[in-house]
């Protein structure tokens, strides 16, 4: 999975995040851009690059990876999930997958820094025996969540402290 990072012409930290098309698995859901690995993938990067071209029409030649960051565990669908966090150059105009991103979304970090970004929710799944207490970042007015705002979580204020030149 790529955690695509770059600065707006203002000069912000803006985050690329999908809006999954409906249906499947994690339909309807904000992501970073990724997906499964595939044969011809030597490793996890190439499966992060060659899924980040496939759903929004970001060039890998456009990526550089600043950091691998620490595996992630989906809680609903047992997928182990290898982020890598990258800045980019975006492209003019992103080019979304129909069939499997709706939307392509810039969302700045002061943003999800707000505190009133950040949330709780109960939630209840078929795979989890009893009903569990979710953080959720509010984007417009989407919920992100799950997988995703766990590896943005502890990223966040990393990002803010410019931990990375980005």
């Known amino acids: 999975m790529l955690v695509?990072?770059?600065r707006d012409a203002e000069g912000a930290v803006r985050l690329v995040l999908v809006m999954r098309t409906e249906g499947g698995l994690h339909g309807g859901q904000l992501a970073f851009p990724g997906g499964r690995r595939e044969a011809r993938d030597r490793s996890a990067l190439d499966t992060a690059l060659r899924e980040a071209a496939e759903e929004t029409g970001l060039d890998p030649g456009a990526v550089e990876v600043l950091a691998d960051l620490p595996p992630i565990e989906?809680?609903?669908?047992n997928y182990r999930i290898a982020p890598f966090l990258a800045r980019v150059a975006p492209p003019v105009r992103w080019r979304p997958d129909p069939d499997e991103v709706a939307e392509v979304i810039e969302v700045s970090l002061p943003d999800l820094l707000r505190p009133e970004a950040h949330g709780e929710t109960v939630e209840r799944f078929p795979t989890w025996p009893e009903p569990r207490t979710i953080g959720f970042y509010r984007v417009g007015s989407r919920r992100l969540w799950g997988a995703t705002y766990r590896i943005l979580r502890p990223l966040l204020p990393r990002l803010a402290a410019g931990e990375w030149k980005v």
């Not at 989906?74 to 669908?77: G, H, Q, V, Y």
Request: avoid cysteine; glycine fraction near 0%; charge should be neutral.
């Open 4 to 6: 695509p990072v770059f």
């Open 74 to 77: 989906t809680m609903t669908s």
